[in-house]
């Protein structure tokens, strides 16, 4: 009921002023482009710092659902990986013995040799303890390999609860309210203390600084409109005064659609009519929904 007041309104408003002057080859009705911020996470909302009609900008931080029980969860799978880790087998105590075995071998070679050249010793006593020698050097080599598979098989055994802390990071920071642009809140849609869940829409927003007018004009108009032109946009102020601005036209439909019942053209028994959209810059004055007039020349 109250857009077809509006659009009644705009009716009389310009066919008033078509009597009068005669000058406008469009009209159309200010838009923009409307985002609807939604929640990511679940949870109750512990913090929502948004306001209808106030301005945001781009990454702030406006409030946050409640996080705590996901924060427990992490400190859960932090623990477990550090009692998973604290399986790892102590390589170096382990081969220590073998080193100081091995340390002990080479200085009684040292001296079997010795013995060996003052011919006090035998070649079989040398060979023997250098035939030790390779062994024990073979189980460190074994040994060193062994705990190494070990301590690899639990490093891989925490990958997956790492993995898991992660995801659970992602959904932590997913728990902050963070506006993604630009704009003026036009609609507030969820309140503190509430319980969302994903998807759950919150406010909408949409960019103010500059909006689109979607006017309409004739097949015959078309060659007096090209991408990029720049076209007066007048606006109704009351007291039969006007505010003119500039606009750039952005687009242009391909297709005709049959005239809006609420949109006049510059010939208003036209039966086909093109769109067209038009960026203006706003001074604070130009509204969404509000209509305007357009003048190609």
């Known amino acids: 009921m109250k857009k077809t007041i509006l659009f009644a309104a705009l009716i009389a408003s310009i066919t008033s002023c078509n009597n009068n002057k005669n000058n406008f080859d469009a009209a159309g009705a200010f838009e923009s482009v409307e985002t609807i911020v939604s929640t990511e996470a679940s949870g109750t909302i512990k913090e929502f710092k948004v306001e209808e009609g106030q301005t945001l900008q781009p990454g702030q931080f406006i409030g946050y659902v409640d996080s705590i029980q996901l924060y427990l969860k992490k400190k859960q799978l932090e623990a477990q990986i550090k009692a998973v880790l604290s399986g790892r087998p102590d390589s170096e105590k382990q081969i220590a013995v073998l080193e100081e075995q091995l340390k002990n071998a080479e200085r009684e070679q040292k001296r079997f040799t010795n013995l060996l050249q003052a011919n006090a010793g035998t070649q079989k006593q040398l060979d023997d303890i250098n035939a030790q020698i390779e062994v024990i050097k073979k189980q460190i080599e074994a040994q060193k390999s062994t705990l190494g598979i070990s301590s690899a098989n639990i490093s ?142």
């Open 156 to 297: 891989e055994q925490a990958q997956p609860l790492q993995r898991q802390i992660e995801q659970i990071n992602d959904q932590i920071s997913k728990c902050r309210i963070i506006n993604p642009i630009h704009g003026t809140v036009l609609t507030k849609y969820a309140q503190d203390h509430e319980v969302v869940m994903p998807g759950k829409a919150l406010y909408k927003i949409a960019e103010t600084d500059t909006l689109i007018l979607r006017a309409y004009i004739t097949g015959s108009q078309l060659s007096e409109v090209k991408l990029g032109q720049t076209i007066k946009v007048r606006v109704d102020k009351g007291a039969k005064q006007y505010g003119e601005y500039s606009g750039i036209v952005y687009w242009v439909s391909d297709r005709s659609e049959f005239t809006p019942k609420t949109i006049p053209t510059k010939e208003e028994r036209a039966d086909l009519v093109y769109a067209i959209r038009v960026r203006v810059i706003n001074d604070g004055f130009l509204k969404i929904g509000m209509y305007a007039e357009v003048q190609f020349k």
